[in-house]
Nanobody
Framework: QVQLVESGGGLVQAGGSLRLSCAAS????????MGWFRQAPGKEREFVAT????????RYADSVKGRFTIARDNAKNTVYLQMNSLKPEDTAAYYC?????????????????WGQGTQVTVSS
């Protein structure tokens, strides 16, 4: 199975940047799509970004397009989420997820493994 550990969260001012990392273990990591989701208190978990194995195709939620960038380094078994121009509404726990196939998806049901999350808080 795949194990995922997120890091890089923290407290930043609006307009600032953070880079989240997701370290993965397991032989299936390099053969599946990866994704980032987030969940704020009292709200449902929502899709943020996804990336295919080769990294040449990505998809983002409309709310983060132009501000967030997802990338992966298969040699290091690591997925990243670069977050720029952060807004208070970006405040949430961010989760890394491993897909069930090589196809990317915006649906949480298409991801088999999840990390424990890393908190991102953006102040006004």
């Amino acid at each position: 199975q795949v194990q995922l550990v997120e890091s890089g969260g923290g407290l930043v001012q609006a307009g600032g940047s953070l880079r989240l990392s997701c370290a993965a273990s397991g032989r299936t990591f390099s053969s599946v799509a990866m994704g980032w989701f987030r969940q704020a208190p009292g709200k449902e978990r929502e899709f943020v970004a996804t990336i295919i194995v080769t990294g040449i195709s990505t998809r983002y939620a409309d709310s983060v397009k132009g501000r967030f960038t997802i990338a992966r380094d298969n040699a290091k078994n690591t997925v990243y989420l670069q977050m720029n121009s952060l807004k208070p509404e970006d405040t949430a726990a961010y989760y890394c997820a491993s897909g069930r196939s090589q196809l990317p998806s915006t649906s949480s049901s298409m991801y088999a493994y999840w990390g424990q999350g890393t908190q991102v808080t953006v102040s006004s």
